[in-house]
């Protein structure tokens, strides 16, 4: 019985027990996405049957991986299983949950070396000049509209005071395109996080506001008179981190893509042990209904293709450099292989190094 993260397993236990239980499983990946260069974005597959434990070089400080968010979530699990196999290996590397807001401090201060942060954002600040590549996602989010009931339908909104993420953050984005491509006039508040954009709308303070779906379900559970009205879009939760950083820690960020498409392999082999193991990470009692709203979140996962692909859809990168063009963030579109060239090469060499020997 796998147990990752067990007290008094060795270090290199876990991973070489993982790594042996897939023997043989085909593993889907994100494969090559240098788009403008005549390479079309593909995905590959990988039969493994002998792979190598990962190797370390490890790095002189404590590497941080920062989630933009306070609540633990299924979504998030198979990267908490990646980093707990790093750790086995012998790294320093901490999964830390804080405000979208505080993650994006934290980047910009370079003290979480690798952040989920919106992609308008980012592609502001590569304008600008820093030099930033994606990295491993995270997971997936949906985005709903949600309004009072006496509004039926997006139409009825005009004119109203919806409520909207900060400027750069994805709900931003998101609702702004939705509105401007339905030519949708309403008074936008901002109000930092969904959360709060809930408890405005309980409040009456606003009459609709984009909610991660997980908030506009739990108002609809308390009887709240509030009712969905329209999907806005299903995020990928993408991870960015620096250049020179990822150059110079190149042997993490292998072992890390490694990891990733060992607990995406795992997730999928282990369906029943990821829910449970989630479930009690998450601190989730073993309920019926817990059960079954986790195995609905897990089902939508595996559709999507989260637990197959190590970056987020090349189509989602492209969507968000398109609101972000539209919103007058950035000037001229951002060549996508910008971002991408080394996180490639890193995601080929970690595929040669567990191959068959």
């Not at 989920?116 to 030099?131: C, F, M, R, T």
């Not at 979140?297 to 969507?319: C, H, M, Q, S």
Request: hydrophobic share 45%; aromatic share 10%; glycine share 8%.
């Amino acid at each position: 019985m796998i147990r990752l993260g067990r007290q008094g397993s060795s270090r290199r236990g876990v991973i070489q027990t993982l790594m042996a239980g897939i023997a043989g499983a085909i593993i889907g990946f994100a494969g090559t996405y240098l788009a403008g260069m005549g390479r079309e974005a593909t995905t590959q597959v990988l039969t493994t049957t002998v792979t190598a434990p990962l190797t370390i070089e490890k790095p002189k400080e404590k590497i941080t991986i920062g989630i933009g968010t306070l609540t633990k979530e299924l979504p998030w699990f198979k990267t908490e299983l990646a980093i707990r196999m790093l750790k086995e290996t012998g790294y320093d590397v901490e999964l830390v949950y804080l405000t979208p807001r505080a993650v994006r401090e934290a980047f910009l201060a370079r003290k979480a070396q690798v952040a989920s942060i919106s992609a308008p954002v980012i592609y502001s600040l590569i304008e600008q000049g820093h030099d930033i590549i994606t990295a491993p996602h995270t997971g997936a989010v949906e985005l709903v509209l949600v309004a009072n009931e006496n509004y039926p339908d997006p139409r009825s909104l005009e004119g109203k005071r919806v409520g909207i993420g900060l400027i750069g953050a994805y709900e931003y984005a998101a609702l702004t395109a939705y509105l401007r491509e339905r030519n949708i006039n309403v008074e936008l508040i901002q109000i930092g996080e969904s959360k709060e954009r809930a408890n405005a709308l309980l409040g009456g303070k606003i009459d609709a506001a984009g909610l991660i779906l997980k908030e506009a379900l739990a108002l609809i559970e308390q009887g709240a008179p509030v009712k969905i009205i329209d999907s806005l879009h299903v995020f990928w939760v993408i991870n960015w981190v620096y250049r020179d950083w990822a150059e110079q820690n190149s042997r993490f960020m292998i072992d890390y893509y490694k990891a990733q498409i060992l607990a995406g392999q795992w997730a999928l082999n282990n369906r029943d042990r990821f829910i449970n193991e989630a479930m009690e990470w998450m601190g989730l009692e073993q309920s019926e209904e817990n059960r079954k709203r986790q195995e609905e979140i897990y089902e939508w996962l595996r559709n999507l293709g989260v637990f197959y692909y190590t970056f987020a859809p090349i189509d989602e990168y492209k969507i968000l450099m398109k609101w972000t063009l539209e919103s007058g963030d950035i000037k001229s579109e951002i060549p996508l292989e910008k971002i991408f060239d080394l996180p490639n090469r890193f995601l080929e060499q970690a595929f040669d190094e567990m191959k068959p020997t």
